[in-house]
């Protein structure tokens, strides 16, 4: 049974636009969140990060948002570049093992 | 500064073979941590090491699947004998103390046929 979900596969954006990922997950006491982003035949690499006791973490283009209520969080992109296509993960420790998303896969269109 | 590797990046092998695969982690990290993923599916957990101790093996999926770290440095993942279900691309982290911020190797492709 998945603890994290991302529901939406893949998304296409326009370049300059707004991204906006997704992901859900389904126990309250999860406490810290991570977003990495994958290229083909690479490894996902660590992007941004956020603890529960924030509700918004911001680097640069990226920002990740926390609805603890909810039991979601979004990770916003803006502006979308094309080198940003690749497949992004959500994930969350817990004890001594990860639990990760089954990733959504971006298209930034030039 | 090297990052994570893994050897080999592909291995096509028959059910019933064996295969072992390697991750060597950035050098000083503590912690490793093997996943597998299936196309489309998540990247699942498999195990845990701090050093040489194994701290949490509750992902791996049965007793055909062995994993050790030898001396706390690299680590070793062997299937034995391999089935149809074990084909996937087993990604290697490792971490540095109580940091949550894992590097990832580029993953070894597994196809069993």
């Known amino acids: 049974d998945q603890q994290v979900k991302q529901n939406s596969p893949s998304l296409s954006v326009q370049e300059g636009r707004i991204s906006i990922l997704n992901c859900d997950y389904t126990n309250s006491m999860f406490d810290y969140f991570l977003w990495y982003k994958k290229y083909p035949a690479e490894g996902p690499t660590f992007l941004i990060s956020i603890s529960s006791i924030k509700d918004k973490n911001e680097d640069g283009r990226f920002t990740v948002f926390l609805n603890k209520s909810a039991k979601h969080l979004s990770l916003h992109i803006v502006p979308s570049q094309p080198g940003d296509s690749a497949v992004y993960f959500c994930a969350t420790p817990t004890g001594n093992q990860f639990y990760f998303g089954t990733g959504t896969s971006l298209t930034v269109i030039p | 500064e090297a990052g994570v590797t893994q050897f080999p990046s592909h291995s096509v092998i028959e059910k019933g073979q064996t295969v072992t695969l390697r991750c060597d982690p950035i050098?000083?990290?503590?912690?490793l941590y093997w996943y597998r993923r299936v196309m489309g599916k998540e990247i699942k957990f498999l195990l845990h090491f701090v050093k040489e101790s194994k701290q949490d093996e509750s992902g791996m999926p049965n007793n055909r699947f062995l994993a050790e770290r030898t001396g706390g440095t690299y680590s070793t993942l062997k299937v034995q004998p391999a089935e149809l279900e074990d084909s996937g691309v087993y990604f290697c982290a490792s971490s540095q103390g109580t940091s949550y911020e894992q590097y990832f190797g580029p993953g070894t492709r597994l196809t069993v046929t």
């Open positions: 050098s000083g990290h503590d912690n």
